[in-house]
């Protein structure tokens, strides 16, 4: 009820003029956009790895509105400017097979930051690991490093991921043993999932994908070697992440910029924030619409937003005009 109320007010501020006036009031106000996966829409369900990913029709229709109200190509990828900077982050082969033609479609550019661990070795991200398990682990009993868990239906594996999610947070030694108990209890090869559904998700950008981004004028920056919780990691340790994702720089980036792992509050501190400038990379992306109060708001934390997975053209330009934001407020003061 509460989602068919807004949406029904961002069509009557579509038609009224509100959003144009958003549009106009922001104009130049720097839109960053953050975008994981594209994934086909005969392929993309309901499965709780999927959830930060957009279907390739919700990513056309959403490039058609962006090319429209920002057709100039030539100030695309420039951070410090006005329009809309579109950025992709991990680096799975589904952003050059899928997400690059919609790109080129539209005649757009983006920003690709790829966790250099995963490219260079093929190791897949450890939250995407886990998440592939709890997603299509079958109906039973679970017992995960001190965690038991009864999964009787798919409406039970979000609570599942949340719970070892919290164990991670306030232990991130525990990721293995709890992989390593998810190897045990039902091994990770025994899970069932469409081919080409497991390809695009999980196979990374190869070599020659890499370097047909930089061709088409794409730019391609850091993600952190092992995609860790920065955070809760030691000084020496996170020294030693960024250290060994820019040693691969030279191979793989066209470009000085970074984007943190996970990229939240939780995530991102001070301290990542100043190391991130003295390793020598020029800009950081966070992955929340408002920079946190804790955290420096300047070029080493720059927000990003991520647009609804939908092809709802009032959902996208409230979303895109601020018009969605600015609601968020008023609702917040009265």
């Known amino acids: 009820m509460k989602q068919r109320f807004l949406h029904y007010i961002y069509r009557v501020a579509y038609y009224s003029g509100l959003i144009a006036l958003c549009y106009f009031t922001n104009r130049h106000k720097r839109r960053v956009l953050t975008y994981h996966n594209i994934i086909p829409d005969e392929l993309l369900d309901d499965s709780l790895h999927l959830r930060t990913s957009h279907s390739s029709s919700a990513f056309d229709a959403q490039l058609e509105i962006i090319s429209k109200r920002w057709p100039d190509s030539e100030r695309q990828l420039d951070p410090d400017g006005s329009g809309c900077l579109i950025t992709f982050d991990d680096g799975y082969c589904n952003q050059a097979r899928i997400a690059a033609p919609i790109l080129e479609k539209w005649n757009r550019y983006a920003i690709f930051f790829l966790t250099t661990d995963l490219i260079a070795n093929g190791n897949l991200l450890w939250p995407d690991r886990l998440l592939f398990w709890v997603s299509y682990v079958p109906f039973g009993r679970y017992r995960l490093a001190k965690m038991e868990f009864d999964l009787t239906a798919d409406e039970q594996r979000p609570t599942f991921w949340s719970q070892i999610w919290r164990q991670i947070i306030q232990n991130q030694n525990s990721i293995k043993p709890i992989a390593d108990a998810m190897e045990i209890s039902y091994p990770f090869e025994a899970l069932q999932i469409d081919p080409k559904l497991h390809e695009l998700r999980f196979f990374p950008l190869s070599a020659t994908e890499l370097s047909n981004l930089q061709d088409a004028g794409h730019l391609l920056g850091g993600h952190s070697y092992g995609h860790g919780i920065l955070a809760r990691l030691d000084d020496q340790t996170v020294k030693e992440d960024f250290t060994r994702c820019l040693q691969l720089s030279e191979d ?7 984007s943190y792992p996970f990229g939240g509050s939780d995530e991102v501190s ?65």
């Open 270 to 334: 001070r301290r990542e924030q100043n190391l991130c400038r003295m390793s020598g990379f020029t800009r950081s992306f966070l992955n929340v619409d408002q920079v946190p109060s804790k955290l420096q708001a300047d070029h080493y934390g720059i927000p990003r937003t991520t647009l609804s997975n939908t092809t709802n053209r009032f959902i996208l330009e409230a979303e895109l005009s601020g018009f969605k934001e600015l609601l968020k407020k008023w609702a917040g003061k009265n």
């Open 252 to 258: 793989m980036f066209n470009c000085s910029y970074y």
